[in-house]
């Protein structure tokens, strides 16, 4: 008996190192398995090799799976957590909200400002979109058109408004604007066709 | 005896009743996460989860989880490798 208790502790001595590890050391500081495995040293049989094995298959699988899920758990709702965040950031249902935690202006105010702006662009419309014409032939064309187009013009491309919002600050018929408008483009349109024909002959 | 998480999640791949069980037993666990996010969104994230848990129960490979001798070896084999 005695003989075989050493077998037991020379065992442990000769695997020493792996034992350290904390799993095995976990599942061999539970008295059963303990004894399943001075059993197994006595008398190694295929029934208790496999029942040591499913032992610690059972252990090792319940602390495994519980860390993956647990792991799985808390980072999914940190995630979801940042996704409604982010979410909420990109679709805002309160207005007087800060924009951020730095600034105290809220959204509510900057779309105040942009209103604002639009204010001060409309004093600059005076300012047509000749300025901003790069090509040659297409400013030549867009002198040849009227006053009223010329703004017709610089309204719809250069600050974006529809024929009808255009009717509307100009105090005007949507039809007559719409008429005007395709009227423009057409004069600018031919006279570009015509200048590309002449640079051809050159 | 109370069935084991082993035998529980082995079971769930086909039973819905072990399936339940499982995520059950991780009910205190999604409880507590739900304090990451904000009162409206926590039944949402209650509900996420578990769908989450639902796929990773289904998915979890059960055999490839190592005997006793199995891990020995591996010990044994990084011990030597490091060496």
């Known amino acids: 008996m005695r003989n075989l ?119 600059e419309m005076s300012f047509g979109i000749e300025d901003q014409l790069t090509n040659y032939w297409l400013y030549e064309g867009y002198r040849q058109l009227t006053e009223n187009q010329r703004q017709i013009i610089s309204l719809a491309y250069l600050h974006g408004l529809t024929d009808s919002e255009i009717a509307h600050k100009l105090n005007r018929s949507q039809q007559a604007v719409s008429k005007s408008h395709a009227r423009a483009l057409k004069k600018m349109r031919d006279f570009l066709e015509t200048a590309s024909k002449r640079e051809e002959h050159i | 005896m109370r069935d084991s998480l082993y035998t529980l999640v082995k079971r769930s791949k086909t039973d819905v009743q072990s399936m339940n069980r499982v995520i059950e037993m991780f009910s205190p666990k999604i409880l507590s996460s739900l304090n990451q996010t904000n ?45």
């Open chain 1, 5 to 123: 208790s050493t077998d037991l502790t020379g065992y442990l001595k000769a695997n020493e190192d792996q034992l350290k590890n904390s799993i095995i050391h976990s599942f061999l500081a539970i008295p059963e398995n303990m004894e399943l495995l001075k059993q197994l040293i006595e008398d190694p049989t295929d029934h208790l090799i496999h029942q040591l094995d499913e032992s610690f298959k059972e252990f090792y699988f319940r602390i495994r799976f519980t860390s993956y899920l647990s792991k799985t758990i808390h980072f999914h709702s940190i995630n979801f957590d940042k996704r409604h965040r982010q979410n909420a950031d990109r679709f805002r249902l309160i207005l007087d909200k800060p924009l951020s935690s730095e600034t105290e202006t809220s959204f509510l105010d900057v779309l105040a400002t942009t209103e604002f702006k639009n204010e001060l662009s409309e004093i």
């Open chain 2, 39 to 83: 009162h409206q969104d926590r039944e949402d994230l209650s509900q996420e989860i578990k769908m989450k848990l639902l796929l990773c129960i289904k998915n979890f490979d059960v055999e490839n989880t190592p005997g006793y001798f199995q891990v020995m070896e591996q010990l044994k084999e990084r011990d030597v490798t490091q060496r």
